[in-house]
């Protein structure tokens, strides 16, 4: 029997890193947090009253198995003077295949078959959620856009209004053999599924090892000076009763001058491994070198990291 993976988390590292395991034979589940609230996916939202789309559509592409012309499609974002402008036709469809069938989820299994995924993906919840921040001076900002692009440095965030998670998302959650949080932003992409209690207390229900791959850079107002260690500590806050068991952290060299541009030009730098108080606080650190350049942009080497992680499924441990 195929182990049970679920991957949580939104945004870019999300759907990066379930590109590279949906290669693997598991049984592959994404929840994504549903609180997006900028360009196409902001005015989607305002306009039908759904939770976000945006994060949704890059994992549906990220899983699908079918032509490289169909995700084109489904990713092609119009350019226009008219309401249009700034839409991809995948948050249109994702919309009206909500509206068709009730309710984002159903909208959801709606597509999956027809994109073929080699996997589930189940949003957060049904809710329209909207996502608050406390800055580090005390000054409240409402919707995750607002909260990416603020100057301050993020104190917690929270929801606006409690939500309530899809049971889809709990039960995966309980069944898992491996509860994975992706590389991405944290305050804004990753913790926005920790502030939920029920999803936090089925994770607390589920006897799967919870792993958690790190970043390789820091991201302006929400993990400056941030070492590996740092990264854990912070999700565990917003954990319950369980922790984080396994990290996965990037040991490898970033060429000098991506360093820099990455420095000057986004106010992002590497990510230190401090691999004595990492594993003072988890049961096993896997370091590797996991970096590489895709248009000129730093990712994982996302192949090598879901060998790691379907070997360690492997390992049993």
Excluded: W
Excluded at 191 to 198: K, Q, S, T
């Amino acid at each position: 029997m195929k182990k049970k993976v679920v991957v949580l988390g939104g945004g870019t590292g999300s759907s990066t890193l379930l590109r590279g395991l949906k290669e693997f034979p598991v049984d592959l589940t994404a929840i994504v947090s549903v609180c997006d609230d900028g360009k196409s996916t902001g005015a989607l939202r305002e306009e039908f009253s759904i939770p976000a789309v945006g994060d949704i559509r890059r994992v549906l592409v990220a899983l699908s198995e079918t032509e490289p012309l169909v995700m084109e499609l489904f990713n092609y974002r119009f350019r226009t003077t008219s309401d249009l402008d700034g839409h991809t036709v995948g948050n249109l469809l994702l919309t009206a295949s909500s509206g068709i069938t009730g309710n984002l989820s159903d909208g959801i299994e709606a597509l999956s078959k027809v994109f073929n995924l080699k996997g589930k993906v189940v949003p957060l919840t049904e809710d329209n959620v909207v996502l608050m921040g406390e800055m580090e001076d005390g000054s409240i900002v409402e919707g995750e856009h607002k909260i990416t692009v603020n100057n301050k440095k993020i104190n917690r965030v929270y929801y606006k209004e409690e939500p309530v998670p899809t049971q889809d998302a709990v039960r995966a959650l309980e069944e898992a053999d491996l509860i994975l949080f992706s590389m991405g932003s944290l305050f804004t992409s990753i913790i926005p599924n920790l502030i939920c209690d029920e999803i936090v207390n089925a994770i607390d229900r589920s006897h799967g090892k919870i792993m958690y791959v790190c970043n390789m850079v820091t991201q302006p107002g929400e993990t400056e000076g941030f070492k590996v260690s740092d990264h854990v500590k912070l999700l565990n806050q917003y954990l319950g009763k369980r922790k984080i068991d396994v990290v996965i952290a990037n040991n490898g060299e970033i060429d000098e001058d991506m360093a820099k541009r990455y420095e000057s030009l986004e106010q992002k730098d590497a990510v230190e491994l401090d691999a004595k108080e990492t594993k003072a606080m988890v049961s096993q650190l896997i370091c590797d070198d996991y970096v590489t350049v895709k248009n000129n942009l730093l990712r994982h080497n996302v192949m090598k990291l879901s060998m790691r992680i379907f070997g360690y499924l492997l390992e049993g441990k």
